[in-house]
């Protein structure tokens, strides 16, 4: 179905008001193949949204938006160690965890509760509590906006990395994600070292996956705003990595800064533990917001445009990079 000049305010969690010029949703693939072959739209701007859990508007859309609501949560196959599950990219992310929890699949539970749909994971990469959907990610299917052509890649092709992936570039805006198959293993393989989550586990009889994804909801719950509540997109930036040198520059002023190395003596540092140091905790400009919990969301505090949410990530971006030398990427999309 195709609307024209439609208001994007609930398809974005951020919750900004502007309109695509058009908006097209489907649940076939062979409706997306037709409307990809009508010359008419052929030359505009196209972009591919779930949820619009990652996206920061901050001006009228003037292309097609895609929405996807392809459905259907299948177990296509199964061998002695793994479950094969294929869903729909429209289906939003946290039911299809739930489903897997209840047919005790597990694998899926660690992301519980963040937002967006099946389609997303692979694009973004989405990760929390020590797994990534790269973890779990078997296949990713989707057409190409060019020719409308069917193509399925494998988790090696995805080029996954962290809060990235080949969707992000070389595919940026090419294509249309239909379906994501899961690889999910039958042993129990449960992670749980992330130090909050172990916390909260202890409140629990039994350590299984039923339990865990409740601890991870409690936990998202504490720290994350309720997007229903208050206008967010979870993380605004990435978490930066930066080499020895600069670390050791940083400690000299900060002993105390956390940091986890990963390859090669490159350090990871929480960009809230940035943010936090330098007082934006609660912050305002205009109508937007950083939260007072987590200092890595940024909010609408009401009304704000993206505009503004913009200026506000531009703020912290000076002054992180002014006090402690690093530049912060943003994890959101800007449109
Ligand atoms: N911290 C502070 N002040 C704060 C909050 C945190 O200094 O107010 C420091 C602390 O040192 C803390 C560290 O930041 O130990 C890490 O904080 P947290 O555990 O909340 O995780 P995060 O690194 O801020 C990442 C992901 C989240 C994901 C959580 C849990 C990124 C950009 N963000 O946040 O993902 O839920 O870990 O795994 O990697 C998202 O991508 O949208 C997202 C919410």
């Known amino acids: 179905m195709l609307s024209f000049n439609y208001s994007l305010k609930k398809h974005n969690t951020f919750g900004i008001d502007v309109n695509a010029k058009y908006f097209f949703t489907f649940q076939l693939i062979n409706d997306l193949q037709s ?7 052929q030359n505009l701007q196209k972009i591919v949204i779930g949820e619009g859990s990652n996206l920061l508007f901050t001006k009228k859309f003037d292309g097609v938006v895609i929405y996807p609501q392809i459905k259907g949560i299948e177990l296509v196959r199964q061998t002695d160690d793994f479950y ?7 289906i939003i992310w946290d039911n299809f965890v739930e489903y897997c929890v209840k047919n005790n699949w597990q694998g ?13 994971t692979p694009v973004q990469n989405i990760g929390a509590y ?37 969707f992000k570039n070389e595919l940026k805006d090419k294509i249309v994600v239909t379906n994501v198959t899961y690889k999910l293993n039958k042993k129990q393989l449960l992670n749980i070292d992330y130090k909050g989550i172990k916390d909260e586990l202890n ?8 339990n865990i ?13 309720d997007v229903k509540e208050i206008g967010n997109a979870g993380s605004f930036f990435k978490n930066p990595v930066i080499d020895k040198n600069l670390l050791a520059k940083i400690k000299e002023k900060y002993p105390e800064t956390p940091n986890f190395e990963i390859a090669n003596s490159k350090y990871k540092i929480p960009a809230a533990y940035l943010i936090d140091k330098c007082n934006f905790k609660g912050y305002r400009h205009k109508n937007a917001g950083v939260f ?9 505090r009401g009304n704000a445009t993206g505009q503004e949410i913009l200026e506000l990530s531009e703020i912290i971006q000076t002054k992180v990079k002014q006090v ?5 990427e943003r994890e959101v999309i800007v449109e």
């Open 35 to 41: 409307f990809i072959k009508n010359k008419k739209y």
């Open 324 to 328: 402690f030398g690093i530049a912060l």
């Open 292 to 300: 007072e919990h987590q200092p890595l969301v940024l909010i609408n």
């Open 130 to 166: 020590g797994i990534e959907a790269k973890d779990i990610i078997h296949s990713v299917e989707y057409v190409s906006l060019e020719k409308g052509e069917i193509c399925k890649i494998s988790n090696k092709d995805c080029k996954f990395e962290y809060r990235n992936s080949i």
């Open 84 to 90: 094969f599950i294929r869903a729909g990219a429209g």
């Open 213 to 225: 994804r409740k601890a991870i909801i409690k936990v998202r719950n504490s720290k994350l705003p």
């Open 203 to 210: 409140n629990y009889k039994e350590i299984n996956i039923q």
């Open 108 to 120: 899926t539970e660690n992301l519980s509760l963040i937002p967006g749909t099946v389609g997303a």
